[in-house]
Structure formats: structure tokens, C-alpha cells
């Protein structure tokens, strides 16, 4: 039996993304995501990282969090959406070609490769890091963003008050919600994290639903909706990051 909480237009459900995605009663009109993957491990100069890399926080061995692989997630991803749709796979430089095997072995299409301009970058001896990079995906047929202005860069700071370590902006995911759906449609997010998917679905007024495997998350994130779906109903200010 699955394990969920709806507040307000959002349902998010606790389990392993991989195992939910076969029993969601509706397909998705659009993905937005920011998957769990291996990041840089190893090498003797790991002190020289900075943020969620720095010694204290991060113990060089590859992993944050509980990883999928990519050729796991990309095909129930591809079957949970309707037969049009677009995707957003969020993934660094070193997952990015991977990523893009994955899911273009799944069925996925790609439009284009955008980058997130996070501003304050990583600490580096190879170039100091401040892109993140975005698969822009389609399946079935291709539709015009509704911003067609729009280019492959976004650029806004990473959000001060994150409790996730790598919690994305509200900025960012809705520019791409907002480009690619329209109000009322069903947003997905198989690794919920902070749940700041669903938050920026709710503001555009769309629905979402979000997928967290871990407890812990699962609980802060509900309460985080839980939070901002009363100062919606209250019509209070919200922070925009």
C-alpha cells in the first residue's frame, strides 16, 4: 500500500521512485526533476571543494544520497507521462552524457541543453564550477515553451534558506514549469527532495505530484506544502526563491 499526503493541488508519496511510478493513477503532462546521482569521489586534494563538497559536510566518497541509476529511472519516468509531454533532467557535468544515454535509450528526445548560472561558484582545480546542467526532453509530439524568448541560460542564486543540500530554486523550476505546461496540468517530480517542484507547481497554479524516499525529507516536505498552501489560501507574500 503506498504512503502519501495530498495538500492542496500536490501529492507526494514515500517510497522508491523506481516502484511508484508503475501505480500512479494519472500520467504526468510534464517532468521536472533533479535525480540522485554519483558525484566526484576520491583524489587527494578534496579539501580544496567548497559547499555541499566541503570536508565537513561531504566524505569524498561519491554519494549524498541513495542513487538510481540512470537506466533504471528513465524508462518508468518515459511510461509515467502522457504521450505528449516534456521533461527536465537536471544533472552536473560528470552525469550530464550519462543522463542523456539513458533516456534517450528510453524513448526520450532531446531539444536542448540548458544551464543553470548558480552565481557563487565551486571551489575547483580545474575550473572553479557555477553551471548546473538541464536534459530538456520531449516524448511523442514536440511542442513550442510558452516562452519561446526564453534561452538556454537561467541565472539566479542558490536559495539561502534551503533545509536539502541540493535544493534547487523556486526561480528555476518555474521558469521551466511554466514554459513547457499550462495551469492545471499534472507536473511530476520522482525525487521530490525539498519539494520544491511541487511548491513552484503550486504557485503557477498547476498540480504535481512527488516522489521522496526518504523519511525524513518526506516529512519536512510535507510540511513545507502544508506551510505554503495556507499562504496561498491566506493570499500572504511568499518568498520567491
Not at 504512503?3 to 503532462?29: H, S
Amino acid at each position: 500500500m503506498l504512503t502519501f499526503e495530498t495538500i492542496g493541488p500536490c501529492t507526494l508519496y514515500l517510497g522508491d521512485a523506481r516502484e511508484v511510478l508503475r501505480n500512479l493513477p494519472e500520467k504526468a503532462d510534464l517532468v521536472v526533476t533533479d535525480p540522485p546521482y554519483k558525484l566526484t569521489r576520491g583524489g587527494k586534494n578534496a579539501q580544496v571543494m567548497s559547499g555541499i563538497f566541503a570536508s565537513d559536510q561531504y566524505d569524498n566518497s561519491g554519494t549524498l544520497m541513495e542513487v538510481v541509476p540512470w537506466e533504471e529511472m528513465a524508462a518508468p519516468i518515459f511510461a509515467a507521462c502522457r504521450d505528449h509531454c516534456d521533461a527536465y533532467i537536471m544533472a552536473n557535468d560528470k552525469n550530464v552524457f550519462d543522463a542523456h544515454a539513458a533516456f534517450i535509450s528510453a524513448g526520450w528526445k532531446l531539444h536542448n541543453l540548458l544551464t543553470w548560472n548558480k552565481g557563487a561558484p565551486t571551489r575547483n582545480r580545474w575550473y572553479m564550477k557555477n553551471l548546473e546542467f538541464t536534459l530538456y526532453l520531449w516524448k511523442g509530439r514536440a511542442a513550442t515553451i510558452n516562452m519561446p524568448g526564453s534561452t538556454q541560460d537561467f541565472a539566479c542564486p542558490r536559495p539561502k534558506n534551503r533545509f536539502h543540500r541540493t535544493q534547487k530554486p523556486l526561480r528555476l523550476l518555474d521558469h521551466y514549469i511554466r514554459n513547457s505546461s499550462n495551469q492545471g496540468e499534472l507536473v511530476l517530480d520522482p525525487f521530490a527532495g525539498s519539494a520544491s517542484t511541487l511548491v513552484a507547481a503550486m504557485r503557477a497554479e498547476r498540480r504535481a505530484v512527488g516522489i521522496e524516499l526518504n523519511p525524513v525529507w518526506f516529512e519536512k516536505s510535507c510540511e513545507r506544502l502544508h506551510a505554503e498552501w495556507a499562504a496561498i489560501c491566506q493570499g500572504l507574500e511568499v518568498p520567491a526563491e
